[in-house]
C-alpha cells in the first residue's frame, strides 16, 4: 500500500527508477493479479519509461492488460492500454501503439475516468507524433490540456500541458507555445515535479534558439541539464544533448555539434530508443553545414569522439556549452597551468576518468593497483583543485583529452 501511495510522488521527484528494486519487491509480495498488483506493475512500467527501458514498460503493462482481460474493464486496464502504447511508440511500433492509445482513451470515457482520459490522450497524441502526425498530436494534446485540472491528478494535469506545449511548438505556435511553456514552468516549480520541471526548460531553450536568444537558451538548457543529472532522467539528458548540438550549430561550433550529435546517437541506441522523424528533419541542414565546413574527414573524427563519450562525459560537455553561449569552442582549447604540470600518466588517469571508468577498471586497464590509482587522483586533484569526478571530466573535456 505505501509503494502504490509513493508512487506518483516518486515519480514527479524522477525518482521511480531508482527504488526499481523496492517496487519489484513489492510486487512480488502483492497478491497477483489483485489490484495492488496491478497498480504497481504500472509504476514498475512508468519506471520503465523514465529510464529508457522501454521492454520493461511494455511487458509491465501487457502483464496488467493480461490478467484484468477476463475481468469487467476498469481503470487499471485503462492506464496499462496507455502506458504499453507509449512504450510501442519508443520502439518504433506505432500502428500497434496508436491502437492501445485509442482503446485507452475508449475505455476511460466510457468509466468517467478523467485522469485515465488525459493520460491515454496524452500517451496518444505522443504516438502520433513519433508516427509524425503532428495534426493529431496537437489536436489529441489540446483535448487533453482541456480536462479540468482540479478533478485529475497535478502531475497528469501538468504532463497534458507540457505535451500541448510541445506540440504547440512543432506546428510553429510560438506565442502560443512560449505561454503555454511559462504557465506550465510556474506550475511545475510549485509543485516542485522535478521531471516536469526538466522537460518545461528543454522546451523554453528550444523556443529561444528559434527566436535567436542564444543567452537565453543556454541558461534554459543549462538549468534543464543540470536538473536531469540531479535526477538521473536519461531520455531527458539525451533530449538536451541534441539542444546543445543545435546550440552550437547556431554559434557555428560545428566540431562539437557533431561530436554532440555523436554521443546523443550512440547513447540512445544503447537504450534502442526511436530517431523521431522531426529530430532527424532538425539536424538535415545544421548537419550538411558542419560536413561543408569541417571537411569529411574532421566530420567523422568529431563524430566518433562523441560516440565514445558516455552520457555523464556528453551531459558535462552540453552544460560547458550551455554555460559559454556564443563565447566559442569549450574544448581543447583552454590553457590551464596546473592541468600542464600533469604527467603523461596523470593525463591519460584524468582521459579515463571521463570515459566513465571505476579506479578498478582503470587499474585493471594500466596493470596497476587500485591503490596506485587512487595515489594518482589525489595527487591529480591536488595540482588542480578538481575535487569531484564531475570536475576532473571537465578538466578532459577542456583539454581535450576526450
Request: charge should be negative.
Given at each position: 500500500?505505501?509503494?502504490?501511495?509513493?508512487?506518483?510522488?516518486?515519480?514527479?521527484?524522477?525518482?521511480?527508477?531508482?527504488?526499481?528494486?523496492?517496487?519489484?519487491?513489492a510486487a512480488a509480495h502483492a497478491e497477483a493479479p489483485g489490484d495492488r498488483w496491478c497498480a504497481v506493475q504500472i509504476l514498475i512500467g512508468q519506471?520503465?519509461?523514465?529510464?529508457?527501458?522501454?521492454?520493461?514498460?511494455?511487458?509491465?503493462?501487457?502483464?496488467?492488460?493480461?490478467?484484468?482481460?477476463?475481468?469487467?474493464?476498469?481503470?487499471?486496464?485503462?492506464?496499462?492500454?496507455?502506458?504499453?502504447?507509449?512504450?510501442?511508440?519508443?520502439?518504433?511500433?506505432?500502428?500497434?501503439?496508436?491502437?492501445?492509445?485509442?482503446?485507452?482513451?475508449?475505455?476511460?470515457?466510457?468509466?468517467?475516468?478523467?485522469?485515465?482520459?488525459?493520460?491515454?490522450?496524452?500517451?496518444?497524441?505522443?504516438?502520433?507524433?513519433?508516427?509524425?502526425?503532428?495534426?493529431?498530436?496537437?489536436?489529441?494534446?489540446?483535448?487533453?490540456?482541456?480536462?479540468?485540472?482540479?478533478?485529475?491528478?497535478?502531475?497528469?494535469?501538468?504532463?497534458?500541458?507540457?505535451?500541448?506545449?510541445?506540440?504547440?511548438?512543432?506546428?510553429?505556435?510560438?506565442?502560443?507555445?512560449?505561454?503555454?511553456?511559462?504557465?506550465?514552468?510556474?506550475?511545475?516549480?510549485?509543485?516542485?515535479?522535478?521531471?516536469?520541471?526538466?522537460?518545461?526548460?528543454?522546451?523554453?531553450?528550444?523556443?529561444?534558439?528559434?527566436?535567436?536568444?542564444?543567452?537565453?537558451?543556454?541558461?534554459?538548457?543549462?538549468?534543464?541539464?543540470?536538473?536531469?543529472?540531479?535526477?538521473?532522467?536519461?531520455?531527458?539528458?539525451?533530449?538536451?544533448?541534441?539542444?546543445?548540438?543545435?546550440?552550437?550549430?547556431?554559434?557555428?561550433?560545428?566540431?562539437?555539434?557533431?561530436?554532440?550529435?555523436?554521443?546523443?546517437?550512440?547513447?540512445?541506441?544503447?537504450?534502442?530508443?526511436?530517431?523521431?522523424?522531426?529530430?532527424?528533419?532538425?539536424?538535415?541542414?545544421?548537419?550538411?553545414?558542419?560536413?561543408?565546413?569541417?571537411?569529411?574527414?574532421?566530420?567523422?573524427?568529431?563524430?566518433?569522439?562523441?560516440?565514445?563519450?558516455?552520457?555523464?562525459?556528453?551531459?558535462?560537455?552540453?552544460?560547458?556549452?550551455?554555460?559559454?553561449?556564443?563565447?566559442?569552442?569549450?574544448?581543447?582549447?583552454?590553457?590551464?597551468?596546473?592541468?600542464?604540470?600533469?604527467?603523461?600518466r596523470e593525463r591519460e588517469l584524468v582521459a579515463l576518468i571521463a570515459r566513465g571508468r571505476t579506479d578498478a577498471q582503470i587499474a585493471a586497464e594500466?596493470?596497476?593497483?587500485?591503490?596506485?590509482?587512487?595515489?594518482?587522483?589525489?595527487?591529480?586533484?591536488?595540482?588542480?583543485?578538481?575535487?569531484?569526478?564531475?570536475?576532473?571530466?571537465?578538466?578532459a573535456l577542456e583539454q581535450g583529452l576526450v
Open positions: 500500500r505505501l509503494v502504490v501511495a509513493l508512487g506518483p510522488w516518486w515519480y514527479i521527484r524522477g525518482q521511480l527508477a531508482g527504488v526499481l528494486p523496492l517496487l519489484q519487491a519506471s520503465g519509461h523514465i529510464s529508457g527501458d522501454f521492454t520493461l514498460a511494455r511487458d509491465s503493462a501487457a502483464a496488467v492488460v493480461e490478467v484484468t482481460a477476463g475481468r469487467t474493464p476498469g481503470p487499471l486496464l485503462a492506464d496499462a492500454l496507455a502506458s504499453r502504447a507509449a512504450a510501442l511508440a519508443n520502439m518504433n511500433q506505432i500502428d500497434a501503439g496508436l491502437d492501445d492509445a485509442y482503446r485507452a482513451v475508449a475505455l476511460a470515457r466510457e468509466l468517467g475516468y478523467q485522469a485515465g482520459e488525459a493520460l491515454a490522450l496524452g500517451n496518444l497524441s505522443l504516438t502520433a507524433y513519433y508516427g509524425g502526425d503532428l495534426e493529431t498530436a496537437l489536436a489529441q494534446a489540446r483535448l487533453a490540456a482541456r480536462i479540468d485540472p482540479a478533478v485529475i491528478p497535478g502531475w497528469i494535469a501538468r504532463r497534458a500541458s507540457l505535451f500541448l506545449s510541445m506540440f504547440l511548438t512543432e506546428t510553429g505556435d510560438w506565442a502560443a507555445a512560449e505561454q503555454s511553456c511559462a504557465d506550465a514552468l510556474a506550475r511545475t516549480r510549485e509543485a516542485d515535479d522535478l521531471l516536469s520541471e526538466t522537460f518545461c526548460l528543454g522546451l523554453l531553450a528550444d523556443l529561444d534558439l528559434h527566436a535567436g536568444r542564444i543567452a537565453n537558451a543556454g541558461r534554459h538548457l543549462r538549468e534543464s541539464l543540470e536538473l536531469s543529472t540531479r535526477i538521473g532522467d536519461p531520455i531527458g539528458l539525451l533530449n538536451n544533448l541534441d539542444r546543445a548540438a543545435l546550440l552550437c550549430a547556431a554559434t557555428q561550433r560545428w566540431a562539437e555539434a557533431v561530436a554532440l550529435w555523436g554521443a546523443s546517437a550512440a547513447r540512445a541506441r544503447d537504450h534502442e530508443l526511436l530517431d523521431v522523424p522531426q529530430d532527424a528533419q532538425r539536424r538535415e541542414e545544421p548537419s550538411r553545414l558542419a560536413r561543408e565546413a569541417l571537411g569529411t574527414a574532421a566530420f567523422q573524427g568529431a563524430e566518433q569522439r562523441g560516440a565514445e563519450m558516455t552520457l555523464a562525459t556528453a551531459a558535462e560537455l552540453a552544460t560547458m556549452i550551455a554555460v559559454t553561449g556564443a563565447a566559442g569552442p569549450v574544448t581543447g582549447t583552454r590553457v590551464s597551468s596546473a592541468a600542464g604540470l600533469l604527467s603523461p594500466l596493470f596497476i593497483s587500485v591503490r596506485t590509482v587512487r595515489s594518482h587522483l589525489d595527487r591529480i586533484r591536488d595540482k588542480t583543485g578538481s575535487r569531484r569526478r564531475a570536475d576532473l571530466t571537465r578538466l
